[in-house]
């Protein structure tokens, strides 16, 4: 049965979630050149950390290394741009968020 082009039984059934090639091969495929993330990338990339006094800039030589200021910075930028004010907010949108997903593996 057919309605308004669309067939039922993909209606019901869906695509098979279990095929390897559900999403693109690169992220990079789902942002656009003028995405703001983007932006946001290049910008934080272009700071001295360090003269601005974020600590953890250079590593500790024991222990597990922390998340690198500059990657907490460009999801604090990117959450204060679309006003996700909570960490706890922030934290599910680098898991579900394909802009922050790209943000995160970069």
Not at 28 to 38: A, C, G, T
Not at 95 to 105: D, Y
Request: proline share 5%; net charge neutral; hydrophobic share 40%.
């Amino acid at each position: 049965m057919i309605w308004r082009g669309i067939r039922w039984r993909a209606l019901w059934f869906g695509d098979d979630r279990s095929q390897s090639t559900l999403f693109p091969e690169r992220l990079e495929d789902y942002l656009s050149e003028e995405n703001p993330v983007r932006a946001i990338d290049v910008f934080v990339d272009e700071l001295d950390l360090a003269k601005l006094g974020f600590g953890g800039v250079e590593p500790e030589a024991t222990g597990r290394p922390a998340y690198h200021p500059a990657t907490l910075l460009k999801i604090y930028v990117y959450g204060y741009l679309n006003r996700v004010q909570s960490s706890r907010r922030l934290e599910r949108e680098c898991q579900r968020n394909i802009e922050l997903v790209w943000r995160s593996s970069v």
